[in-house]
């Protein structure tokens, strides 16, 4: 049988209308060589895109008796999955006034959102390809037409196949917009418990379709994520597992979460003028540090951005999921799984990785965002980088460590001719003033308050450009003043000349500053008589003074990395510190503390952006100066030998030499690390120059256990008392 140009199908389907029992038996011949002729296609293109599997009609001649579109029966689909609605990207062959390759969407149909923004994609990349009735038909333009859908798909569907994969596996939620800081509160009052709940005054954007689709979200993964913004970044996550917008639903959730004892009404919840309009219940609450900007997640495109009480439905990607919740930088609300510490100390035997580790781990809190795991290498790099420009420091205590060179002290001025001392600030104090400058900084708004500097370089301006030679400073003995000379910008002092004609004489800098934000007095004798003036000319030029526009700084993390720790005397070195640096003594916490240092600074506090790692070697004997309180506000992290990833016969050696150790010490605390067998050093080297000292140490000297630590192994060591010297062969 001929078959039909495209007109005479035309007409074929017009004039013959669209039910299968309207046709005549030429008619169905031919709507069944098409279909034969498609399903040969469908094969072959399948073929050529080898993971996809087909699917077709299961009647095609007659499949109604009551009548059926020809049209809906003459197609073939070839589905991305086996499953025929996991993915709704198929490529279709149908008879519409001609054949043609179309993007097609079903499926989906309980996912209000997704099909949504489904329909705005295809129609962002709507794609057509036309076939005619002769290249289904013809067998001698097969080839060229499978050669033309591949490419077709390669060309169209293969974009579209990515942003509808990426749709596919997208985790929808809420986003809240919350200022009102209860958060911190609401984690410390339910850190031990398995559920808590909290309600919102109003209910989430497009009410009835999101209600079915987070209800359905729970169904499929067991909770949704409810985000709560500040400043338009994603602050805290909360794992919601149930909810109720009804008071029937909150009944419900009263005998099935019986611990939290909810009321029979949400209207029982309330505060001020609001009261709740829907309840739910976490299985989790954090927070999410560093935060992420909202604009990282994706609001459904009939919404926008909550404000005030809004919740507005989003979504993200499965792997955005999986960064909140599994990277480092998360505080989790369970104390015992919490991943970011204010406060840790990194122990354990020697050679077992605590010092290198350290470096990672400051990056990782200083910069999470450049931090690559598993290389070490590059991180060093960014260490390096962030301890120049401050943000890091690295120090390493010793017997003879002070708290003067911690926090603050006096040191003798060099430069003078005269014996006097200036007041001196400590690696930490240093830090902490950075990371405290940096915290008020980032909650300020864009209209900044006029800092020290900006009023101080104002000021002195035509005598730092050489403008003028001096400027007269007036004191409170009425008729005296003295005569600002210069600034020394790299020494940091001012040079002045007093009334009398003395000269040599100079103010510190950092000490101006102190006085003029209200954190030194210097009184009002000695160097007080020349301070104080200063400091109220400067308070009355500010005065005159527009505040300079800026943006609000970004929070960043200063880490301080204090190597051997256990080394110094802990309590004569940190001093009032050992209890600011608790979490919730922090500036900004609920409890927070602040103290008067020995210098005269009122009001120093920790900020809570300032980081500690401290590194502890167990074999040495000062471990005993790690006292009660410091262990109390610190979290110790173990570090231990490991037997992988470097010359198997290392590994076995060690492996025997540690467990002979244990036997011998009963502890952990003297075990031999993998550290000394990673040097690409030869293993007799290794034991001769390192680990055999350690032994030596350990055992006091006695060569007879020294020896019976390597029984069980392929290593033969004896000690020759004759040339007072270890000899080490393989056996």
Same mark, same amino acid.
């Given at each position: 049988?001929?078959?039909?140009?495209?007109?005479? #199908?035309? &007409? *074929?389907? /017009?004039?013959?209308? !669209?039910? %299968? $029992?309207?046709?005549?038996?030429?008619?169905?011949? +031919?709507?069944?060589?098409?279909?034969?002729?498609?399903?040969?296609?469908?094969?072959?293109?399948?073929?050529?895109?080898?993971?996809?599997?087909?699917?077709?009609?299961?009647?095609?001649?007659?499949?109604?008796?009551?009548?059926?579109?020809?049209?809906?029966?003459?197609?073939?689909?070839?589905?991305?999955?086996?499953?025929?609605?996991?993915?709704?990207?198929?490529?279709?062959?149908?008879?519409?006034?001609?054949?043609?390759?179309?993007?097609?969407?079903?499926?989906?149909?309980?996912?209000?959102?997704?099909?949504?923004?489904?329909?705005?994609?295809?129609?962002?990349?709507?794609?057509?390809?036309?076939?005619?009735?002769?290249?289904?038909?013809? #067998?001698? &333009? *097969?080839? /060229?037409?499978?050669? !033309?859908? %591949? $490419?077709?798909?390669?060309?169209?569907?293969?974009? +579209?196949?990515?942003?509808?994969?990426?749709?596919?596996?997208?985790?929808?939620?809420?986003?809240?917009?919350?200022?009102?800081?209860?958060?911190?509160?609401?984690?410390?009052?339910?850190?031990?418990?398995?559920?808590?709940?909290?309600?919102?005054?109003?209910?989430?954007?497009?009410?009835?379709?999101?209600?079915?689709?987070?209800?359905?979200?729970?169904?499929?993964?067991?909770?949704?994520?409810?985000?709560?913004?500040?400043?338009?970044?994603?602050?805290?996550?909360?794992?919601?597992?149930?909810?109720?917008?009804?008071?029937?639903?909150?009944?419900?959730?009263?005998?099935?979460?019986?611990?939290?004892?909810?009321?029979?009404?949400?209207?029982?919840?309330?505060?001020?003028?609001?009261?709740?309009?829907?309840?739910?219940?976490?299985?989790?609450?954090?927070?999410?540090?560093?935060?992420?900007?909202?604009?990282?997640?994706?609001?459904?495109?009939?919404?926008?951005?909550?404000?005030?009480?809004?919740?507005?439905?989003?979504?993200?990607?499965?792997?955005?999921?999986?960064?909140?919740?599994?990277?480092?930088?998360?505080?989790?609300?369970?104390?015992?799984?919490?991943?970011?510490?204010?406060?840790?100390?990194?122990?354990?035997?020697?050679?077992?990785?605590?010092?290198?580790?350290?470096?990672?781990?400051?990056?990782?809190?200083?910069?999470?965002?450049?931090?690559?795991?598993?290389?070490?290498?590059?991180?060093?790099?960014?260490?390096?980088?962030?301890?120049?420009?401050?943000?890091?420091?690295?120090?390493?205590?010793?017997?003879?460590?002070?708290?003067?060179?911690?926090?603050?002290?006096?040191?003798?001025?060099?430069?003078?001719?005269?014996?006097?001392?200036?007041?001196?600030?400590?690696?930490?104090?240093?830090?902490?003033?950075?990371?405290?400058?940096?915290?008020?900084?980032?909650?300020?708004?864009?209209?900044?308050?006029?800092?020290?500097?900006?009023?101080?370089?104002?000021?002195?301006?035509?005598?730092?450009?050489?403008?003028?030679?001096?400027?007269?400073?007036?004191?409170?003995?009425?008729?005296?003043?003295?005569?600002?000379?210069?600034?020394?910008?790299?020494?940091?002092?001012?040079?002045?000349?007093?009334?009398?004609?003395?000269?040599?004489?100079?103010?510190?800098?950092?000490?101006?500053?102190?006085?003029?934000?209200?954190?030194?007095?210097?009184?009002?004798?000695?160097?007080?008589?020349?301070?104080?003036?200063?400091?109220?000319?400067?308070?009355?030029?500010?005065?005159?003074?527009?505040?300079?526009?800026?943006?609000?700084?970004?929070?960043?993390?200063?880490?301080?990395?204090?190597?051997?720790?256990?080394?110094?005397?802990?309590?004569?070195?940190?001093?009032?510190?050992?209890?600011?640096?608790?979490?919730?003594?922090?500036?900004?916490?609920?409890?927070?503390?602040?103290?008067?240092?020995?210098?005269?600074?009122?009001?120093?506090?920790?900020?809570?952006?300032?980081?500690?790692?401290?590194?502890?070697?167990?074999?040495?004997?000062?471990?005993?100066?790690?006292?009660?309180?410091?262990?109390?506000?610190?979290?110790?992290?173990?570090?231990?030998?490991?037997?992988?990833?470097?010359?198997?016969?290392?590994?076995?050696?060690?492996?025997?030499?540690?467990?002979?150790?244990?036997?011998?010490?009963?502890?952990?605390?003297?075990?031999?690390?993998?550290?000394?067998?990673?040097?690409?050093?030869?293993?007799?080297?290794?034991?001769?120059?390192?680990?055999?000292?350690?032994?030596?140490?350990?055992?006091?000297?006695?060569?007879?256990?020294?020896?019976?630590?390597?029984?069980?192994?392929?290593?033969?060591?004896?000690?020759?008392?004759?040339?007072?010297?270890?000899?080490?062969?393989?056996?």
């Amino acid at each position: 049988m001929d078959y039909f140009i495209k007109q005479e #199908f035309d &007409t *074929f389907i /017009n004039n013959k209308g !669209k039910d %299968v $029992n309207s046709v005549g038996q030429p008619e169905k011949e +031919l709507i069944t060589q098409l279909n034969t002729k498609l399903g040969h296609l469908a094969e072959l293109v399948k073929e050529k895109l080898s993971f996809f599997s087909v699917k077709k009609a299961p009647h095609i001649i007659n499949p109604n008796p009551n009548g059926a579109d020809i049209k809906k029966y003459l197609w073939y689909r070839i589905f991305p999955t086996e499953k025929w609605s996991e993915l709704d990207i198929a490529l279709v062959f149908s008879v519409d006034d001609i054949f043609n390759i179309r993007i097609d969407s079903e499926g989906w149909d309980d996912d209000f959102y997704k099909r949504k923004e489904l329909k705005k994609i295809r129609q962002t990349r709507a794609a057509e390809e036309h076939i005619t009735i002769n290249e289904i038909l013809d #067998f001698k &333009t *097969f080839d /060229n037409l499978v050669e !033309k859908i %591949v $490419n077709f798909y390669n060309d169209n569907i293969v974009p +579209l196949n990515d942003e509808i994969v990426q749709l596919a596996e997208t985790k929808i939620g809420l986003m809240a917009a919350d200022n009102t800081g209860w958060q911190t509160n609401f984690i410390k009052k339910n850190i031990d418990q398995p559920y808590s709940f909290n309600w919102n005054s109003k209910r989430p954007s497009g009410t009835s379709d999101t209600i079915k689709e987070l209800k359905e979200t729970i169904k499929r993964n067991g909770f949704f994520d409810l985000l709560y913004i500040q400043n338009s970044e994603v602050k805290y996550v909360a794992q919601v597992v149930d909810f109720a917008y009804t008071d029937k639903e909150l009944k419900n959730l009263q005998s099935k979460y019986s611990e939290l004892n909810l009321e029979d009404s949400l209207d029982s919840y309330t505060e001020r003028n609001f009261s709740a309009k829907i309840l739910f219940i976490f299985k989790s609450f954090a927070e999410v540090y560093p935060p992420i900007p909202k604009t990282d997640f994706k609001i459904f495109s009939e919404f926008d951005y909550p404000r005030q009480d809004n919740l507005s439905p989003f979504y993200m990607s499965s792997g955005l999921i999986k960064t909140i919740k599994n990277d480092t930088s998360i505080i989790i609300t369970k104390r015992t799984s919490k991943m970011i510490l204010l406060n840790q100390i990194l122990y354990g035997p020697p050679g077992t990785g605590k010092t290198y580790n350290s470096i990672d781990k400051a990056v990782e809190i200083a910069e999470p965002e450049r931090f690559i795991p598993d290389n070490h290498q590059a991180n060093k790099i960014v260490f390096d980088k962030l301890r120049k420009s401050g943000q890091i420091e690295f120090v390493t205590f010793h017997q003879n460590y002070s708290y003067e060179d911690f926090v603050v002290g006096i040191t003798p001025d060099v430069t003078s001719s005269i014996l006097r001392f200036d007041k001196r600030e400590g690696v930490f104090k240093n830090l902490a003033d950075d990371a405290r400058k940096n915290w008020l900084a980032s909650r300020k708004s864009e209209q900044s308050d006029i800092d020290f500097d900006y009023v101080f370089n104002s000021y002195f301006k035509s005598l730092i450009e050489e403008e003028v030679s001096e400027i007269d400073i007036p004191m409170k003995s009425k008729n005296y003043s003295f005569k600002v000379t210069s600034i020394d910008v790299e020494d940091k002092r001012i040079k002045f000349r007093k009334k009398s004609g003395g000269t040599g004489h100079d103010l510190l800098i950092k000490n101006v500053k102190r006085i003029y934000e209200g954190t030194l007095d210097y009184g009002t004798e000695g160097l007080g008589v020349y301070y104080n003036p200063l400091d109220e000319q400067l308070k009355e030029y500010a005065k005159k003074l527009t505040p300079p526009q800026t943006s609000t700084e970004k929070l960043r993390n200063f880490v301080m990395v204090i190597d051997e720790i256990n080394r110094a005397n802990i309590s004569k070195v940190f001093g009032e510190l050992i209890t600011l640096l608790e979490d919730d003594k922090r500036l900004g916490a609920e409890n927070e503390l602040r103290v008067t240092l020995p210098n005269g600074e009122e009001d120093f506090g920790i900020p809570p952006n300032l980081y500690i790692i401290g590194t502890m070697n167990t074999a040495d004997k000062s471990i005993a100066l790690i006292d009660i309180a410091l262990r109390r506000r610190f979290e110790f992290i173990g570090y231990y030998p490991k037997y992988e990833d470097y010359d198997p016969a290392a590994c076995n050696l060690l492996k025997t030499i540690n467990a002979n150790i244990y036997d011998k010490k009963k502890s952990a605390d003297y075990l031999i690390g993998h550290a000394y067998f990673m040097k690409n050093q030869p293993i007799d080297t290794v034991l001769r120059n390192k680990v055999l000292p350690l032994l030596m140490e350990y055992f006091s000297g006695k060569t007879n256990i020294v020896v019976e630590i390597f029984n069980g192994s392929n290593w033969e060591v004896n000690y020759d008392s004759t040339s007072y010297s270890w000899i080490v062969k393989e056996k």
